[in-house]
């Protein structure tokens, strides 16, 4: 295939390492792969080779995935998006999907995850009347608050349970526990 008729995607995760990863496994795949770990270098090759589809990670170092889709949609109005994240809630992914991303997925996903949520997103948008809310339990958004001060406290746990107000002990135990089933 030439570079020319292969589909083409855009993935953005400041993880370089799993950013390559996936771009290898999108180039077996027949994919045409762009890779950036920046905000800026997203709109450089977006700019210079506007890709079909992309995937971004919620968190690109400092930037919001959120505001890069939007300057990618300026630049490429008909590239699908899916975004990627770690740490995400049910609120970012409303807000990820009303601003035009096709579906929102975890991390860890491989290619095959990606190409599936991008499969599922290619149904009609659903009307703002038809979207339903369903807020999380109350342990699902503990834990959800507890894994983005996590993030945030670059994976200290000491620091980590000091920042919640919690005993680290506490804090381990609730660490090794599973995610709480929605």
Not at 5 to 24: K, N
Not at 82 to 96: E, H, R
Not at 124 to 147: C, F, G, T
Request: include cysteine; charge should be negative; glycine fraction near 6%.
């Amino acid at each position: 295939m030439t570079e020319t008729t292969q589909p083409s995607i855009l993935i953005v995760d400041d993880d370089a390492v799993f950013g390559e990863r996936l771009a290898r496994s999108m180039r077996r795949r027949d994919f045409y792969s762009l890779l950036a770990t920046t905000h800026d270098a997203a709109i450089a090759a977006t700019q210079e080779h506007p890709a079909e589809m992309a995937v971004l990670d919620l968190r690109i170092g400092n930037d919001n995935g959120l505001e890069l889709m939007r300057d990618l949609l300026a630049i490429a109005p008909s590239m699908r998006i899916i975004m990627l994240t770690g740490y995400g809630s049910i609120a970012t992914a409303i807000d990820a999907t009303r601003l035009g991303a096709l579906n929102f997925i975890q991390k860890p996903a491989d290619a095959d995850d990606i190409l599936a949520a991008f499969e599922r997103g290619q149904r009609p948008p659903l009307a703002d009347s038809q979207l339903v809310y369903n807020p999380p339990s109350l342990a699902r958004a503990e834990w959800e608050h507890i894994q983005r001060v996590l993030a945030d406290c670059g994976g200290n746990i000491s620091q980590t349970a000091r920042a919640l107000g919690i005993h680290r002990r506490t804090l381990q135990r609730k660490l090794d526990a599973f995610p709480p089933n929605e």
